[in-house]
């Protein structure tokens, strides 16, 4: 892969679906954001993972892509929302069903600590489901805050 040109920057999404044909659902929104610019250059395989959070309901679909755009890191989160709510996501109980959910987890190497944005996601670190698909595009990617890698993180999750 080529380094972003100066003006684009690198940024990793999660991406998930509970609700209907979640595979279709992760395919549609990687298909919604290349049309709104976001360059997708690279996906994890998608994987079938129990909900966090709230337990009583449908097992998810979750994936994460790397990819370019020259947004900044709030017109990022707003067209994440945009296309959440065009794919007919409506607002409902907090980590409850969803026809998809998108998240910012890394943009560069930048902090962020805003009510409405945090990044990295503040829970990325503690979701098998946020780090596995994470690992299989950018294992050794470092956390900007706790200063391990993807691989680390993962293999804490997970006892070894």
């Known amino acids: ?17 509970n609700i209907g044909d979640r595979q279709a659902h992760c395919k549609d929104a990687i298909e919604r954001l290349k049309r709104k610019g976001i360059v997708v250059n690279k996906l994890s395989p ?24 020259s947004l900044s890191p709030e017109e990022l989160l707003n067209t994440l929302k945009c296309v959440e709510k065009e794919m007919g996501r409506e607002e409902s109980v907090r980590w409850g069903p969803r026809i998809i959910d998108l998240d910012i987890l890394f943009y560069n190497d930048i902090v962020i600590n805003m009510e409405h944005l945090q990044i990295p996601h503040p829970l990325l670190h503690k979701r098998e489901f946020v780090l596995l698909p994470l690992f299989e595009i950018v294992p050794d990617k470092e956390h900007p805050i706790l200063k391990k890698t993807i691989r680390q993180l993962k293999e804490e999750l997970n006892g070894v």
């Open 1 to 17: 892969m080529l380094p972003p040109s100066k003006d684009m920057s690198i940024v990793h999404i999660g991406i998930g679906s």
């Open 46 to 69: 998608m994987y079938e993972t129990e909900p966090w959070g709230l337990k009583e309901q449908p097992k998810f679909i979750n994936m994460a892509i790397e990819a370019e755009t």
